[in-house]
């Protein structure tokens, strides 16, 4: 429905000129772009108006290419197809078709529920075990042992089916089955490791198949074609004759199907109603054989030597001697114990002691039998299948002779085996899933389909034990190849109204699943090859022209090839139940996981689920997998857990809004809840690093040395976040802001630095660093240090707010009680392919920072970059310290924080004279006075730093003792105060005060008595940048004064002079003792209160760590960050 414009609406000149024009335009020309009422008169934009135009839809004409029409989106979804087996998602398909108009028309499917899924269930279920084990699996394992399997089997498939059927409603499923299930509602890793798993069972169940064919071939079927004849071979050599058949016999099938099934898979899909059909048949002919037993028994006869069962192949009567008109002769069977057909003949001995006794095979439903088949009897490899209530004249001492003529134990059997070998008869729950792409209403027919299809099968599988158990002997159950029924199919000699109903059927049957696996596996190999999610597995994504995967299904046939020369149907059983029960279980843990998440998009139509049901589904899938084999459990799941994390690490990252993705978000929101209740204990601390960066005008970060040390500083543990600064608007840089995300991520993932990058734009940088302090990480997941590079050429003149910045950012992690690290020419610093053969680490622990100075040390040694190198820790004694008895604590300390480090106490740190600090500073305000430029006087105050520490090293100075002291100033003067007031840069609690402290601010007569009271701001500008002009400091007699007051400037400036002292001479120490360490971490001064001082406090930290080829400078956050306790 268009609507038009109302009565009382009245259309814009503009839009009026267009519709007419359009209305009035000759058929086939194109409107005049002029007359177009959109706003761009491009081509484009002309073809949107005859798009658009009557459709009232020019208001959201600039949204339309990212925001379509609903009618465009409806018939998108309306013409959606999926492959019936290949993996196609609609996003990918969407934008690869051809327009929708050009589009061919699809054929709707047309499958409902009875041939779409119920009957492909049914064909996948029903199988080899159903018609070569089950009756051997009522015999061993007795009708309750066997009926408590299959119902923890059938159980374990109805919970899995009602799981599956919630995931599959919950929207359009394409083919790819449970694969496409698990890794769209678990993530690529689990998907791809659990589709694996799903396709390697889905191959081996192809091997069983096969193998169980060619076993009804060779032993039911058709003897004579052994290649390698059996007769007359015993023990081991009739069995390795055995399984070099089925391995002869086995490749030869498989080759024939592959390349049927390479051919074209129409003839497959094609024969599929033929062995459905076949399957039926069989299952029917059963159940009417049982019905016939108990009206009229069939003769099978059993002949048995004492209690044991005897291979009836060479004789013809169940009996030693026979009588006729010529008197008593021997039978075939006499001749097969004794050395001649004569009476006389010497006998085994076991065979002269026991009667021979002919029983009925089968007894029928009506004969009681049931009660002595209800427990099972195990047995070992080689055991005599005896008949357990009849008794036998036996010496147990007498070694078992003529073996070859008693039915065998051909495997050890236990419980745990009959689980395994049982299990691949209920698998084949997911091909109606896997059809979804066929059927008419998918999420109607999967759950009803499947559902019923295992109820169905579930019940025949039930009744199927009790019926065996009620009808045939034990004995004949226990035989499982039928050697005592003259080598028949056991279960085909209750069939009616043939054996061959069953074996002709059953071979048929067992083909067609074999043609279905090497149908289905390849096309799921396709799916996950197309995935991406598996980079080693891209070329199986290749098919010929028609879509057929030829390279999976080479990959299938040698797999097979693999379960084929294993040759067994009971070794290849338990391997490919492990597969199928891992790919349940993850089903199972979908489902539950996004019942428990309550994802907002999982809104199944399938409403009969539950997430408790799902779980215990899940735990019975782990229970089964160890029951069937605990060593193949293992190995499955380190196949899965391998292929996970080789998708994690090398796969393609995939966004499917999975429910790990899910689950991780409510473990997250759960921690971070934790998290808010306190702070770490000491224990648990650890640097949680907000790493700052700049970046140049191309957004490329201009210190990736520093992502380096921290990556060796976090070893990817805690918490790490990258953040760069912009300035500008957030609307007009959000292109630049994604391209420096871009290069921060990019840089990370160089470095290998686990984390998170932030970017913030604002209108300065000293504010965009601000809001990176304060806003960054969630709750608390905060960080609590600040790594940041030294201000690089911050003397320069245009540098100069770099410098201010740097210091406010110290002013701000001290406020915040953040601890921060400061690497000094950290270009110089190791890159992680570095490594360090040997060298030291220095610790100068001047100050106690919480423990920051041994912590630092410790974390940087784990890595493999500086691993050999050694822990050197230096402090400094006072003029009262005992430096022998500070030592022996520091290195108790140690010992009880667990660190090894050589320690070494600075005893007494000698001083010198003030001249040569004084001289700087009298040279550098002489300067400001006669106004030379900044570039001038910083060379002129390096030259006279140069000449000082020459002459330092040449002149044995005066004792004097320096006190090293980095202690909290007192607060500074009010703003009110003149700036001639604004005397101490960096206060010292322990200076006493001077005339021009704050503690006794200058009278107005004091500051004109001299007029070197009035410049007592050393090395310092006003906040704007310009030099402080005093009073007549222009005036050659002020210049003159300068130099004439030595005296003053002794006492105007004892805080300073201490400071830049403390500083050069604690640098001269440290180059002596650590000039060849690798590495030198150090306190880091607290900054001044009084901004007017930030100048100064550069230099300090210049002068403190000059000569020094890498520095770290280390504040501390206020708390304690090692402990000695456990």
């Given at each position: 429905?268009?609507?038009?414009?109302?009565?009382?609406?009245?259309?814009?000149?503009?839009?009026?000129?267009?519709?007419?024009?359009?209305r009035?335009?000759?058929?086939?020309?194109?409107?005049?772009?002029?007359?177009?009422?959109?706003?761009?008169?491009?081509?484009?934009?002309?073809?949107?108006?005859?798009?658009?135009?009557?459709?009232?839809m020019?208001l959201?004409?600039?949204e339309?290419?990212?925001?379509?029409m609903?009618?465009s989106?409806?018939?998108?979804?309306?013409?959606?197809?999926n492959?019936?087996?290949?993996?196609?998602?609609?996003?990918?398909?969407?934008?690869?078709?051809?327009?929708?108009?050009?589009?061919?028309?699809?054929k709707?499917?047309?499958?409902?529920?009875?041939?779409?899924?119920?009957?492909?269930?049914?064909?996948?279920?029903?199988?080899?075990?159903?018609?070569?084990?089950?009756?051997?699996?009522?015999?061993?394992?007795?009708v309750?042992g066997?009926?408590?399997?299959?119902?923890?089997?059938?159980?374990?498939n109805?919970?899995t089916?009602?799981?599956?059927?919630?995931i599959?409603?919950n929207?359009?499923?394409?083919?790819?089955?449970?694969?496409?299930?698990?890794?769209?509602s678990?993530?690529?890793?689990?998907?791809?490791?659990?589709?694996?798993?799903?396709?390697?069972?889905t191959?081996?169940?192809?091997?069983?198949?096969?193998?169980?064919?060619?076993?009804?071939?060779?032993?039911?079927?058709a003897?004579?074609?052994?290649?390698?004849?059996?007769?007359?071979?015993?023990?081991?050599?009739?069995?390795a004759a055995?399984?070099?058949?089925?391995?002869?016999?086995?490749?030869?099938?498989?080759?024939?199907?592959a390349?049927?099934?390479?051919v074209?898979?129409?003839?497959?899909?094609k024969?599929?109603?033929?062995?459905?059909?076949?399957?039926?048949?069989?299952?029917?002919?059963?159940?009417a054989?049982?019905?016939k037993?108990?009206?009229?028994?069939?003769?099978f006869?059993?002949?048995?030597?004492?209690?044991r069962?005897?291979?009836?192949?060479?004789?013809?009567?169940?009996?030693?001697?026979?009588?006729?008109?010529?008197?008593?002769?021997?039978?075939?069977?006499?001749?097969?114990?004794?050395?001649?057909p004569?009476?006389?003949a010497t006998?085994?001995?076991?065979?002269?002691?026991?009667n021979?006794?002919?029983?009925?095979?089968?007894?029928?439903?009506?004969?009681?039998?049931?009660?002595?088949?209800?427990?099972g009897?195990?047995?070992?490899?080689?055991?005599?299948?005896?008949?357990?209530?009849?008794?036998?004249?036996?010496?147990?001492d007498?070694?078992?002779?003529?073996?070859?003529?008693?039915?065998?134990?051909?495997?050890?059997?236990?419980?745990t085996?009959?689980?395994?070998i049982y299990?691949?008869?209920?698998?084949?729950?997911?091909?109606?899933?896997?059809?979804?792409?066929?059927?008419?209403d998918?999420?109607?027919?999967?759950?009803?389909?499947?559902?019923?299809?295992?109820?169905t099968?579930?019940f025949?599988?039930?009744?199927?034990?009790?019926?065996?158990?009620a009808?045939?002997?034990?004995?004949?159950?226990?035989?499982?190849?039928?050697?005592?029924?003259?080598?028949?199919?056991?279960?085909?000699?209750?069939?009616?109204?043939?054996?061959?109903v069953?074996?002709?059927?059953?071979?048929?049957s067992t083909?067609?699943?074999g043609?279905?696996?090497?149908t289905?596996?390849?096309?799921?190999?396709?799916?996950i090859?197309?995935?991406?999610?598996?980079?080693?597995?891209?070329?199986?994504?290749?098919?010929?022209?028609?879509?057929?995967?030829t390279w999976?299904?080479?990959?299938?046939?040698?797999?097979?090839?693999?379960?084929?020369?294993?040759?067994?149907?009971d070794?290849?059983?338990?391997?490919?139940?492990?597969?199928?029960?891992?790919?349940?279980?993850?089903?199972?843990?979908?489902?539950?996981?996004?019942?428990?998440?309550?994802?907002?998009?999982?809104?199944?139509?399938?409403?009969?689920?539950?997430?408790?049901?799902?779980?215990?589904?899940?735990?019975l899938c782990?229970?089964?997998?160890?029951?069937?084999?605990?060593?193949?459990?293992i190995v499955?799941?380190?196949?899965?857990?391998?292929i996970?994390?080789?998708?994690?690490?090398?796969?393609?990252?995939?966004?499917?809004?999975?429910?790990?993705?899910?689950?991780s978000?409510?473990?997250a929101?759960?921690?971070?809840?934790r998290?808010?209740?306190?702070?770490?204990h000491?224990?648990?601390?650890?640097?949680?690093l907000?790493?700052?960066?700049s970046?140049?005008?191309?957004?490329?970060?201009?210190?990736?040395?520093l992502l380096?040390?921290?990556?060796?500083?976090?070893?990817?543990?805690?918490?790490?976040?990258?953040?760069?600064?912009?300035?500008?608007?957030?609307?007009?840089?959000?292109?630049?802001?994604?391209?420096?995300?871009?290069?921060?991520r990019?840089?990370?993932?160089?470095?290998?630095?686990?984390?998170?990058?932030q970017?913030?734009?604002?209108?300065?940088?000293?504010?965009?660093?601000?809001?990176l302090?304060?806003?960054?990480g969630?709750?608390?997941?905060?960080?609590?240090?600040v790594?940041?590079?030294?201000?690089?050429?911050?003397?320069?003149g245009?540098?100069?707010?770099?410098w201010?910045?740097?210091?406010?950012?110290?002013?701000?992690?001290?406020?915040?009680?953040?601890?921060?690290?400061?690497p000094?020419?950290?270009?110089?610093?190791?890159?992680?392919g570095?490594?360090?053969?040997?060298?030291?680490?220095?610790?100068?622990?001047?100050?106690?920072?919480?423990?920051?100075?041994?912590?630092?040390p410790?974390?940087?040694?784990?890595?493999?970059?500086?691993r050999?190198?050694?822990?050197?820790?230096?402090?400094?004694?006072?003029?009262d310290?005992?430096?022998?008895?500070m030592?022996?604590?520091?290195?108790t300390?140690?010992?009880?924080?667990?660190?090894?480090?050589?320690?070494?106490?600075?005893?007494k740190?000698?001083?010198?004279?003030?001249e040569?600090?004084?001289?700087?500073?009298?040279?550098?305000?002489?300067?400001?006075?006669?106004?030379?430029?900044?570039?001038?006087?910083?060379?002129?105050?390096?030259s006279?730093?140069?000449?000082s520490?020459?002459?330092?090293?040449?002149?044995?100075?005066?004792?004097?003792?320096?006190q090293?002291?980095?202690?909290?100033?007192?607060?500074?003067a009010?703003?009110d105060?003149k700036?001639?007031?604004?005397?101490?840069?960096?206060?010292?609690?322990t200076?006493?005060?001077?005339?021009?402290?704050?503690?006794?601010?200058?009278?107005?007569?004091?500051?004109?008595?001299?007029?070197?009271?009035?410049?007592?701001?050393?090395?310092?500008?006003k906040?704007?940048?310009?030099?402080?002009?005093?009073?007549?400091?222009?005036?050659?007699?002020?210049?003159?004064?300068?130099?004439?007051?030595?005296?003053?400037?002794?006492?105007?400036?004892?805080s300073?002079?201490?400071?830049?002292?403390?500083?050069?001479?604690?640098?001269?120490?440290?180059?002596?003792?650590?000039?060849e360490?690798?590495?030198?971490l150090?306190?880091?001064?607290?900054?001044?209160?009084?901004?007017?001082?930030?100048?100064?406090?550069?230099?300090f930290?210049?002068?403190?760590?000059?000569?020094?080829?890498?520095?770290?400078?280390?504040?501390?956050?206020?708390?304690?960050?090692?402990?000695?306790?456990?």
């Open positions: 429905m268009v609507l038009g414009p109302g009565p009382g609406r009245r259309e814009p000149e503009g839009e009026q000129s267009a519709v007419s024009l359009k009035n335009a000759p058929r086939g020309k194109a409107i005049p772009k002029e007359s177009s009422p959109f706003i761009n008169s491009s081509d484009a934009a002309a073809e949107k108006s005859q798009q658009y135009d009557g459709k009232n020019a959201f004409e600039e339309m290419d990212t925001s379509p609903v009618s989106l409806l018939s998108s979804l309306a013409n959606y197809s492959l019936p087996q290949g993996s196609k998602e609609h996003e990918e398909a969407e934008n690869n078709e051809a327009e929708s108009s050009r589009k061919k028309p699809v709707a499917p047309q499958l409902g529920t009875l041939m779409g899924v119920y009957m492909p269930c049914i064909q996948n279920i029903f199988g080899v075990i159903l018609f070569l084990r089950m009756t051997w699996l009522v015999g061993i394992g007795g309750v066997t009926f408590v399997i299959v119902t923890m089997c059938c159980t374990t109805m919970l089916a009602i799981s599956m059927s919630a599959a409603t929207g359009v499923v394409p083919a790819g089955g449970s694969y496409y299930m698990i890794s769209r678990l993530g690529p890793e689990f998907g791809g490791a659990v589709g694996i798993c799903f396709y390697l069972g191959t081996f169940a192809g091997a069983m198949y096969i193998l169980g064919a060619i076993e009804l071939l060779l032993i039911y079927i003897p004579q074609v052994a290649i390698f004849p059996l007769e007359g071979l015993e023990g081991p050599e009739a069995e055995l399984l070099n058949n089925m391995r002869v016999y086995g490749t030869i099938l498989l080759t024939s199907m390349t049927v099934v390479f074209g898979v129409k003839y497959v899909n024969l599929a109603l033929v062995f459905l059909a076949c399957v039926i048949l069989s299952i029917l002919a059963v159940y054989g049982v019905i037993t108990g009206i009229d028994a069939p003769d006869p059993v002949c048995l030597l004492g209690n069962t005897l291979i009836w192949k060479t004789f013809d009567v169940c009996s030693k001697t026979v009588e006729t008109a010529n008197g008593t002769v021997t039978t075939q069977l006499w001749r097969m114990f004794c050395d001649s004569f009476l006389n006998c085994d001995k076991y065979f002269t002691s026991n021979v006794t002919q029983i009925q095979g089968i007894p029928g439903v009506a004969s009681g039998i049931l009660s002595e088949n209800l427990f009897t195990y047995y070992e490899k080689g055991d005599l299948i005896a008949r357990t209530n009849m008794d036998s004249v036996e010496d147990q007498d070694p078992l002779t003529n073996a070859n003529r008693y039915v065998l134990a051909d495997i050890a059997s236990f419980f085996l009959l689980v395994g299990f691949p008869s209920v698998t084949g729950i997911m091909a109606g899933s896997n059809r979804s792409g066929d059927l008419r998918a999420q109607k027919s999967i759950p009803v389909g499947t559902i019923a299809a295992i109820t099968t579930s025949v599988y039930m009744s199927s034990v009790i019926l065996f158990g009808c045939i002997d034990g004995v004949v159950l226990r035989d499982k190849f039928g050697e005592g029924v003259h080598g028949n199919l056991v279960i085909g000699t209750l069939a009616w109204p043939s054996p061959w069953i074996v002709i059927g059953s071979f048929f083909c067609g699943a043609l279905q696996s090497l289905g596996a390849p096309r799921l190999m396709q799916a090859a197309k995935d991406g999610i598996v980079p080693a597995l891209r070329i199986f994504g290749h098919a010929k022209a028609n879509g057929e995967p999976s299904l080479l990959l299938t046939a040698c797999i097979c090839e693999i379960g084929i020369l294993i040759a067994s149907l070794l290849v059983a338990p391997i490919l139940s492990m597969f199928f029960l891992m790919c349940y279980m993850f089903v199972n843990l979908a489902c539950a996981l996004q019942t428990l998440l309550r994802t907002p998009n999982w809104r199944p139509r399938f409403k009969f689920y539950h997430w408790a049901l799902s779980f215990l589904g899940m735990s782990l229970t089964l997998m160890f029951l069937c084999s605990w060593y193949y459990a499955a799941m380190v196949i899965a857990g391998s996970y994390k080789y998708i994690e690490f090398a796969g393609a990252e995939k966004e499917w809004g999975d429910g790990i993705r899910g689950l978000l409510s473990a929101r759960y921690a971070l809840m998290l808010e209740e306190g702070p770490p000491t224990k648990n601390w650890r640097p949680q907000l790493t700052l960066v970046t140049d005008a191309e957004q490329n970060v201009e210190q990736p040395r380096s040390l921290t990556n060796q500083l976090k070893a990817g543990k805690g918490l790490t976040i990258v953040g760069t600064a912009l300035v500008g608007t957030f609307l007009e840089n959000y292109e630049q802001s994604q391209r420096a995300e871009q290069a921060l990019k840089l990370m993932e160089t470095e290998k630095v686990k984390g998170f990058c970017v913030t734009v604002s209108s300065n940088l000293r504010d965009a660093t601000s809001h302090i304060q806003a960054s969630l709750g608390g997941l905060k960080h609590n240090a790594l940041v590079s030294w201000p690089r050429n911050w003397r320069q245009d540098e100069h707010q770099t201010r910045n740097f210091v406010e950012l110290v002013r701000e992690t001290t406020a915040a009680d953040l601890a921060l690290l400061v000094k020419n950290v270009a110089a610093f190791p890159s992680n570095e490594r360090f053969t040997e060298g030291h680490i220095d610790v100068w622990w001047i100050v106690h920072d919480g423990g920051m100075l041994m912590l630092l410790f974390l940087l040694r784990q890595h493999k970059v500086w050999k190198c050694k822990m050197r820790i230096f402090t400094v004694a006072q003029l310290d005992n430096s022998i008895q030592k022996k604590d520091l290195t300390f140690l010992y009880h924080l667990r660190i090894d480090a050589m320690v070494e106490v600075i005893q740190v000698e001083s010198y004279t003030y040569k600090t004084l001289v700087m500073e009298q040279r550098s305000q002489m300067l400001k006075q006669i106004k030379m430029t900044r570039t001038e006087r910083e060379r002129e105050i390096q006279i730093t140069d000449s520490r020459g002459s330092i090293r040449r002149k044995n100075p005066a004792a004097v003792t320096t090293l002291s980095v202690t909290e100033e007192p607060p500074a009010s703003k105060e700036p001639e007031e604004e005397v101490q840069l960096i206060h010292d609690n200076t006493p005060a001077s005339p021009a402290t704050p503690a006794t601010p200058l009278t107005p007569a004091e500051g004109v008595q001299s007029p070197g009271a009035q410049v007592q701001m050393t090395w310092t500008e906040c704007d940048g310009e030099p402080a002009k005093p009073p007549g400091a222009a005036t050659p007699e002020g210049i003159k004064d300068l130099f004439n007051m030595k005296p003053e400037w002794e006492n105007l400036n004892q300073n002079v201490r400071r830049m002292h403390t500083a050069l001479r604690l640098n001269e120490v440290i180059i002596k003792k650590s000039s360490a690798k590495l030198v150090l306190n880091m001064p607290g900054p001044p209160k009084n901004r007017t001082g930030d100048e100064n406090y550069m230099e930290l210049e002068v403190l760590t000059d000569g020094l080829n890498r520095v770290l400078l280390v504040r501390g956050g206020g708390r304690e960050v090692i402990t000695i306790y456990s």
